[in-house]
């Protein structure tokens, strides 16, 4: 599993998208099980998130990555 052997073939192609891209096809996926305004809720909350990692794959973002996430949207406010 600490290899990536455990990941199914999806899963490995979802890790390696840019984050934009990942947080799009998530929110597409859960559309037709959530309301609408979860729906709405969740892109509005994504957009920081969306800006700050952008094209960094998903497979790419560490704990390290996150960190410096909260510490600028601590700073920002």
Same mark, same amino acid.
């Given at each position: ?8 073939r ?12 990942? #947080? ?10 959530? $309301? &609408? ?5 969740? =892109?509005? /909350?994504?957009?920081?998130?969306? #800006? ?10 560490? $704990? &390290?990555?996150?960190?410096?996430y909260? =510490?600028? /949207?601590t700073?920002?406010?």
């Open positions: 599993i600490q290899q990536g052997k455990g990941a199914s999806s899963s490995r192609d979802f890790a390696r998208k840019p984050f934009s891209v990942a #947080a799009d096809l998530y929110i597409e996926e859960r559309m037709p099980h959530v $309301a &609408e305004r979860t729906t709405q809720l969740e =892109k509005e /909350r994504l957009k920081p998130l969306k #800006a700050f990692f952008g094209e960094k794959p998903v497979l790419r973002i560490k $704990a &390290e990555d996150i960190a410096s909260q =510490k600028h /949207r700073a920002e406010g």
